[in-house]
């Protein structure tokens, strides 16, 4: 069964630091992964995508996710953190054609804090 | 484009009384999922319905959970009797059915649900 585990439930940074959320996946078959994040009393919003041959994806917002086969990983960076970057953010993966479903699976969530 | 309407908001009740959550997909999407959010964990799919059919209800408990979606647009969740571990956010989503490789899926703000 596919699984996602967020290492961290919680990171602090100052505003303009690296910001970096780990994610790593647990499916014999590379599934297509995602990154959402969510602001308080909001639904869920996509940061990006991963569902192709590149392994380097760009969302919104200036982040981005690099897909690591060997490591099994989508960690979540961006070079410069604004204090409205705060939320709380969520890995998630999904089955490809041909596999059974098409929910999607989250981790626990990582809450990003921003301090000036 | 409208996004995902969920209504109430907000709902506090006693245990053992019963409570009910409405969806409003955005138009033209056949897919439809009902996922459950406890405080501090990530979204965890309950049911999902391509059209009016039910695709995937695995997770739901069926001794007090209900959900229909009437002609394939609008959906209801229903909780028969709560309890105090049914406290969390509902989130609603929606897509267009599988076609290609991936379909966006897009949240309502969810439901926030109190049970004392």
């Known amino acids: 069964a596919q699984s996602v585990t967020q290492l961290g439930s919680h990171v602090s940074v100052s505003e303009g630091a690296l910001v970096l959320l780990r994610c790593n996946y647990s499916?014999?078959?590379?599934?297509?992964l995602f990154w959402y994040v969510q602001y308080p009393n909001q639904g869920l919003q996509l940061l990006l995508k991963y569902t192709s041959a590149a392994t380097l994806v760009k969302g919104i917002n200036g982040f981005e996710a690099e897909f690591k086969k060997s490591e099994t990983s989508f960690h979540l960076t961006k070079p410069s953190a604004h204090m409205s970057d705060a939320a709380e953010y969520f890995c998630?993966?999904?089955?490809?054609?041909?596999?059974?479903?098409?929910?999607?699976?989250f981790g626990k969530g990582t809450t990003l804090s921003v301090s000036s | 484009e409208a996004g995902v309407a969920q209504s109430p908001r907000y709902k506090i009740i006693e245990k053992r009384q019963s409570v009910a959550f409405w969806c409003n997909p955005i138009?033209?999407?056949?897919?439809l999922y009902w996922y459950q959010q406890i405080l501090g964990q990530g979204p965890k799919l309950l049911i999902q319905f391509q059209n009016n059919g039910v695709v995937d209800d695995s997770q739901l408990p069926k001794d007090r959970f209900s959900a229909e979606r009437l002609k394939g647009v609008d959906s209801t969740l229903k909780i028969q009797p709560a309890k105090l571990e049914d406290s969390a956010v509902y989130l609603c989503?929606?897509?267009?059915?599988?076609?290609?490789?991936?379909?966006?899926?897009?949240f309502g703000p969810g439901t926030r649900l109190t049970v004392l």
């Open positions: 998630a993966v999904s089955p490809r054609p041909g596999q059974a479903g098409t929910a999607l699976i």
């Open positions: 989503a929606s897509s267009l059915a599988r076609q290609g490789p991936y379909n966006e899926q897009f």
């Open positions: 138009s033209g999407h056949a897919t």
């Open positions: 499916s014999s078959v590379p599934p297509y």
